[in-house]
């Protein structure tokens, strides 16, 4: 299986050990101040990617002779640093994409970064944004699996469209049967596992699933 993890210019309190999530033959790119961390915990970097406005010249000079590739692009442009890291991995054609260090700070970046999923899924690509205290994926209509992880107990689910159709949560804590969910509801937040797995499925909509901790 092919993966490839991105790291932004997030808040670097909120990014975990990168290392715990380093596995054989992932390839790992830095986006903006992400070049700076991966350079920090010494992590392999395939391509580093941005403006670079965050990170100083002589640690910018550091990341070059680091980095397998760097692109360098002028501050004043159409997409961000983590949607050009984005869009080069999408390229690779990989089955995964992890993010990391694009929550936290200001929340106009984090909900951009969220909305960012949607071109992972047009590409038929599935893509996890991880921080200290959450995984957060973009879902599509059908049937999807859950397993249970202690480490994440709560399961939330969040509309991002209009609305979604029949939800259906198996397995959980609070079950639901075909539910119409409308954007803005809080009725699935904070749901836990009851077995080692659970299921949810809906024929319409879009609806991101969210695991977390409280610390």
């Known amino acids: 299986m092919k993966r490839i993890a991105i ?8 990014i975990p050990e990168l290392n715990a999530h380093h596995e054989a033959g ?21 391509l580093a990617i941005g403006d670079f406005d965050s ?11 680091y980095a397998a590739v ?10 961000t640093d983590l949607e050009l890291a984005i869009k080069a991995a999408i390229k690779e054609q990989p089955d995964e994409i992890y993010l990391f260090g694009v929550t936290g700070g200001r929340i106009d ?15 038929g690509i599935k893509a996890v944004i991880i921080d200290k205290q959450n995984h957060i994926e973009l879902t599509t209509p059908g049937e999807h699996q859950v397993m249970k992880n ?9 509309p991002m469209s209009l609305i979604v159709e029949e939800l259906t949560l198996q397995g959980f804590y609070y079950p639901l049967e075909n539910k119409s969910l409308p954007i803005g509801s809080t ?7 009851v077995k080692e797995y659970g299921t949810f499925s809906y024929s319409q909509g879009i609806l991101l699933l969210i695991r977390s901790r409280d610390s």
């Open 7 to 14: 790291v932004g210019g997030g808040p670097k309190q909120y």
């Open 26 to 46: 992932m390839t790992w790119v830095g986006a903006d101040q992400g070049a700076e961390v991966l350079y920090e915990q010494g992590i392999p970097m395939k």
């Open 55 to 65: 990170v100083s010249e002589g640690r910018l000079g550091e990341i070059k002779g």
């Open 70 to 79: 760097t692109e360098v692009y002028p501050e004043e442009k159409d997409d």
């Open 109 to 123: 970046h984090t909900l951009a970064n969220i909305h960012l999923l949607h071109q992972t899924e047009r590409a």
């Open 150 to 158: 202690d480490s994440y107990p709560y399961i939330s689910f969040i």
């Open 187 to 193: 009725l699935c937040m904070s749901n836990k596992l």
